[in-house]
Structure formats: structure tokens, C-alpha cells
């Protein structure tokens, strides 16, 4: 659970930093779904928690 912002900011400069890496290793012109699964398994390798395509209820 993030508890400031420092903690926010700090995830938000490592998830964008995988994704310029994934971006990087796989180039342009791949599907959505193919960044999307190597996004999540490059945050895992880094050592994170993730969850993928959660349903979120909108009232």
C-alpha cells in the first residue's frame, strides 16, 4: 500500500522506466495486448506486486 506521495512518485518513475525498457527491447508496431503482458512481467522481474485488468465498479 502507498503511504505518501514520495512512495507514488517513486512507483510511478519505476513503471514508467519499464515501459521505455520494454518499448525499447521490443520496438514499435506490436499490439497493445504484447506490451501490455511484457509490461507486467517486467514489473515482476523488478520485484513488484501487479494485477492486470481489474474491474473497477462505477456507480
Known amino acids: 500500500m502507498i503511504k505518501s506521495k514520495y512512495e507514488l512518485n517513486a512507483l510511478a ?15 514499435p508496431g506490436l499490439l497493445e495486448s ?9 514489473l515482476r522481474v523488478k520485484g513488484y506486486s501487479v494485477q492486470s485488468k481489474l474491474l473497477v465498479p462505477i456507480f
Open 13 to 27: 518513475f519505476a513503471t514508467i522506466g519499464c515501459a521505455i525498457e520494454v518499448h525499447s527491447y521490443l520496438g
Open 34 to 42: 504484447v506490451y501490455h503482458a511484457c509490461l507486467i512481467q517486467e
